[in-house]
């Protein structure tokens, strides 16, 4: 019932990137991302215990949210369920830490891994943004956004 009841709230949806303790590409899709605080300017993410990305995750210093537009539900799909490298094929620039920034996302938040807090069966990251932008070309598809188990765009209202 909970979890019905959370799909009510809609979210938008992102890809959480970052690099291994080996130096590889990491990423994973999450939905459960909101800002904390303007001064410092704060985010957080959570993410399961039981994920196979968790120590990559908490071992990093750096990470990158990427926020999807309605044009990248296929991008979405693939860093959410896909095995081996995520990444092939997917144009991405580097940052100055060597996080990748998807090509096409609305906006990104490139963080540094400020704290992390173990919460039931979670782990919220909390993260200070040094830099952020955001791609005027792809706001005419308008942002991904999760509702009721399923896949989003949002037209404004009048």
Known sequence: MFRNVLGQFATGVTIITTRSEEGGLA????????????TPPLILWSLANKSGSLPTFQ??????????????V??????????????????????AEGIPILEGALAWFECHNRSRYVEG????????VERCGFNDASAE????????????SVDPLE
């Open 27 to 38: 990423g994973l899709t999450a939905s459960s991302f909101n800002s904390v605080s303007l």
């Open 59 to 72: 071992a990093n210093t750096h990470y990158v949210v990427n926020v999807l537009s309605s044009a990248q």
């Open 74 to 95: 296929e991008l979405c799909l693939r860093f959410a369920t896909a095995k081996g490298d995520r990444f092939e094929g997917v144009p991405y620039r580097l940052n």
């Open 121 to 128: 069966d979670h782990v919220i990251f909390v993260g200070e």
């Open 141 to 152: 598809a308008g942002p991904l956004v999760f509702h009721g188990g399923r896949f989003h």
